[in-house]
């Protein structure tokens, strides 16, 4: 009587996929947990092409240089400015030439709260600012 050494069973051909499953989900609650529970919108009006320039064209006030540092400090133009005092110094801004507002140009530190950020920008909104940009230095 001969014995056979090879085994009646071949390579398995299917893949086992708890533990990606057990990983994806994992993965999506990690996901769900770190994500912001809150977001704050905040609507911005984006400019309008417009097919003819416009007459008399004024030069442009300069800039306003805007900072928001580590600490959520917010500097108008290298000096300290509280965010309640801000509307007021961006309306007083707009009130001076509504057709040719300056343009306020945001500065942010990597570390700063995104809170103080969309304080800034909602300030800005309600102010009627339309000129807006982000600036890295």
Known sequence: MAFS????QGAMAEINVTPL???MLVLLI???VTMP?????????????????????KE???PIELRIDSSGQVFW???PTSLNALERMMEEEVAR???????????????AEYGVLARVLVAAKNADMIKIGFVQK
Do not use: G, H, R, Y
């Open 77 to 79: 133009n290298n000096s």
């Open 37 to 57: 529970i809150q977001s704050i919108p905040v609507d911005v009006d984006l400019p309008q092409k417009t097919d003819k320039p416009p007459e008399n064209p």
């Open 5 to 8: 050494a090879k085994s009646s």
């Open 30 to 32: 990690i996901f769900m």
């Open 60 to 62: 442009p006030p300069d």
């Open 97 to 111: 030439d509504p057709t040719n507002q300056p343009e306020l140009q945001i500065d942010t530190n990597d570390q």
């Open 21 to 23: 499953v057990d990983v």
